[in-house]
DNA sequence: TTTAGCACTATGTATCTCCGAGTGCTAAAC
DNA sequence: GTTTAGCACTCGGAGATACATAGTGCTAAA
C-alpha cells in the first residue's frame, strides 16, 4: 500500500506524462503540479515507486514515465472518472439524438463522437447477428427468380440477403415459406436458422424442398459474414509524438487494416463484461502487437443481447481519465434512450 | 519526339526505380537493364531527358529519378498494359466467381482482389444511389408503428431504410402508398423521388398524407448518406520505402480516414469517363494533398448507371505496369459478367 | 524525516572529416 | 557526327569527437 504522497506523485507524474510525453523530472512536478517538497524528497520517492516497479526510467540521467503497472495502478485507484466537461455533454447529447435508420447506426454514431470528444482512434463493430433471437422473417420477390430475405431480429437488428434462383419461384411458395419461417423459427437464435427447418426438409412438402435450401444457404452466410466495422479519427493519432517511431505507426495501421478486421473483433469480443468498461493496457492485451498501445472498451447490450461494441485505441500514455469518463457517459445514455422499443411494442404483447 | 534510345533509357529508368526505389545512374542501366551503350552516352542522354523535364536528380551526385512528366510519357507511351500472369488471371476468376448477396459486394470483391493481386492500398466506392433508376419499392410493416422501405433499382441496387412514426400505421394506408409508389416512379431516378409525390401531398388522400411525408424525408436522407466505401491493404502501403518519411505516411493517413471519406468519393468521381481507367500522377491530382501519391481509378458502370468505383492508391513510384494491367482484366471481367442480370429478367418484358 | 549540494551520467546536437557514388565535361576514338 | 574513355568535381551519408544539459543518486546537514 502506496503513502499519501507516494499516490500523489504517482499520480502527478502519470498526468504529467500524459500531458508532455516526456519523462517527468522531480523538478516538473515541484514547479508545475504543486507537490510542495523539495525535489529531492520527491525524487527518493519516485526511486521506490521504481522499486515496486510502477515506475521506469529511459536511462539514468531522464526523468520517470509510468510502467505499464504505473497506469494500471492509476486507472485502478487514482483516476477521476468524471472528466467530462458540460459542453461535452451537451456534444454527446446532441449527436445521439439524431435519427437512426438502422440499429447499427447508433453504433457508428457512438463511435465516431467517442473519437471526437477524446482525440482518439476509435471502432465500432456492430451487433453480432449470431447472438440475436428471430423476431420475424420476411421474404420478397424481387423477380421471378430472385428473392430478399429479410430478417428481423428481436432488438431490431436487421439483417437481408438476396437469393438467386435457377427456376421460377412462384408467390405461393414465397407464402407458404414465409409462414414456415415465422412459425418455426420466432424467438430462436439465428444461428439455429436451420435447425428447426431440417425436419421440413424431409417431410412431404417437396414443392418448397428446393426453395428452402438455398435460402437457409445464404442467410446463413449473411449472418456470419457481416460484422460491419467503423473507425473513426486514425489520423488523429498519426499525430500524436508516439507515432514518430516508424515501428509503432507501422504496427497500428497493422491493427487497424481491414483484413485485421476479424483480430479486432475478437480482441474486442473477449472483453465480455456486459455494460462494463474494460481497460487493457500495454502488454495486457492479449495480441503481441498491441504491446505499445491501450484499449478501452465497451459492449452495448440490452436484455443480454449483443447491440454493439465500442472502443478506443490509442498509446498506453492515454488520457485515461478523459477516456472513460467519455464512454461511461455514452454508455450511461446508449442505455438510457432503450431507442430499440420507441415504436414498435405493443403490437402483439410480446414485448412489455 | 524521343529518339528510340531515349524511350528505351526513359523506359529503363522508371522500371529500375519502380523496382528499386533508388536514383538510377548510368551504370546501372549497363549493367541491370542490358542498354548497350557506355555510361557516358547514356548520361548524355539522361542531361537531355532532364532538360525536357522527363527526369529529374535529388542532388548532382546521385543518379536520376522519374519527374512526374516522365512518369505520364511512361504511362501514356511505354508501358506494357498486359503485364498479368496466368496465375493471377485465375485467382481474379475464382474471386469473382464468388457469390454475392448485393451488387455493392461486387465492387466490394474487385477492391480486396485488386489490393491483393497489386499489393497497395485500394479504395472501393459501392454505387451511387442517386444516379439510379427505380425498380420497386416495397413496404414491409415490421410493427404498428415501424416501416420498412426497401427501394430496389433498375441496376440491382437495395436501399433499404426504416421509418419511425408516432401514431399506428395501418396495412391499408401501407398498401396504398404502395401502389402510388410504384406507380408512380417506376423508371424515375431516386433523387427524384419526392417530385412525383407531391402532387398526391395536395390531393383528397388525406389520409396518408401524414404517412407520406416522413417517409420521404428518410427515403432521401437514405439515398444521400449512404455511399460504402471499402479500404483494403492500407499496411501494404507501410511496408514501401517511401513511408519512412513521416510526412508521406502522414498524409496517406489522413486521405484515408473515413472522416474524408467524402474527398476521396469527390476525387474518385471526377474521373467520369466510362469503362476507361484513369490515371492521376502525382501533383496532376486536383488535391493537393495528393501530390505524393498517384491514383488510377476505374468507374464500373452498365448501361450508364455507376456501379462503383475502384482505385488503387500508392506512391507516384508505382508498378504503373501491373495496376494498369490487373485493373483493365478485372473491370473487362466485371463487364462480361453482367450479373445483375442472371436471374431477374423476363418478368415483365421490360428488359431485354 | 526532509532538504541542500554536488558528483556523475547518458543523451542529443553540432561540427568535422572522410569516403564513394555519380555526374559533367573534354578530348580522343570510331 | 556519334560514341566512349578518362578525370575533376560535388554532394550526401556515416562515423568520430566534443560539448552542453537535464536529471539522477547519494551524502551530510538541518
Redesign the pocket.
Same mark, same amino acid.
Request: glycine share 4%; hydrophobic share 20%.
Given at each position: 500500500m502506496l503513502d499519501d504522497?507516494k499516490k500523489k506523485i504517482l499520480q502527478a507524474i502519470v498526468e504529467e506524462y500524459i500531458e508532455t510525453a516526456?519523462?517527468? !523530472? =522531480?523538478?516538473?512536478l515541484v514547479e508545475k503540479r504543486n507537490i510542495?517538497? !523539495? =525535489?529531492?524528497?520527491i525524487?527518493?520517492d519516485?526511486?521506490e515507486l521504481?522499486k515496486i516497479g510502477l515506475l521506469d526510467?529511459?536511462?539514468?540521467?531522464?526523468?520517470?514515465i509510468p510502467s505499464a503497472q504505473g497506469y494500471r495502478y492509476y486507472v485502478d485507484k487514482l483516476i477521476n472518472s468524471n472528466d467530462i466537461s458540460m459542453k461535452e455533454i451537451k456534444y454527446i447529447q446532441s449527436q445521439l439524438e439524431t435519427k437512426v435508420n438502422q440499429i447499427e447506426d447508433l453504433t457508428k454514431i457512438a463511435t465516431t463522437t467517442l473519437s471526437e470528444i477524446t482525440h482518439y482512434t476509435s471502432v465500432g463493430i456492430g451487433p453480432k447477428a449470431s447472438e440475436q433471437n428471430i423476431q420475424e422473417v420476411k421474404f420478397i420477390l424481387l423477380g421471378s427468380r430472385l428473392l430478399m430475405a429479410i430478417i428481423l431480429t428481436e432488438t431490431g437488428l436487421i439483417k437481408e440477403t438476396i437469393i438467386k434462383f435457377n427456376e421460377d419461384i412462384t408467390q405461393e411458395q414465397v407464402d407458404t415459406i414465409t409462414y414456415l419461417f415465422n412459425n418455426k423459427l420466432h424467438g430462436k437464435p439465428l444461428t439455429q436458422i436451420d435447425k428447426p427447418m431440417e425436419e421440413y426438409m424431409h417431410s412431404e412438402m417437396s414443392n418448397i424442398l428446393n426453395v428452402i435450401k438455398p435460402i437457409l444457404e445464404q442467410i446463413n452466410k449473411a449472418i456470419n459474414e457481416d460484422v460491419p466495422v467503423y473507425m473513426e479519427g486514425a489520423d488523429k493519432s498519426f499525430e500524436l509524438p508516439e507515432f514518430k517511431s516508424l515501428d509503432i505507426a507501422k504496427s497500428f495501421v497493422n491493427i487497424l487494416d481491414t483484413d485485421k478486421t476479424k483480430q479486432m473483433i475478437d480482441i474486442l469480443n473477449s472483453s465480455n463484461n456486459e455494460d462494463e468498461i474494460n481497460v487493457y493496457i500495454g502488454d495486457e492485451n492479449v495480441d503481441k502487437s498491441l504491446k505499445d498501445f491501450s484499449i478501452v472498451t465497451f459492449k452495448h447490450k440490452e436484455k443480454g443481447k449483443d447491440l454493439g461494441t465500442i472502443a478506443i485505441i490509442g498509446p498506453t500514455r492515454m488520457d485515461y481519465s478523459k477516456v472513460i469518463s467519455a464512454m461511461k457517459y455514452i454508455s450511461k445514455q446508449l442505455n438510457k434512450d432503450k431507442l430499440l422499443e420507441s415504436g414498435e411494442d405493443d403490437e402483439d404483447g410480446k414485448k412489455k
Open positions: 504522497r516526456e519523462p517527468v !523530472s =522531480s523538478k516538473a510542495n517538497y !523539495s =525535489s529531492a524528497t525524487r527518493n519516485m526511486a521504481e526510467k529511459p536511462h539514468t540521467s531522464a526523468g520517470r
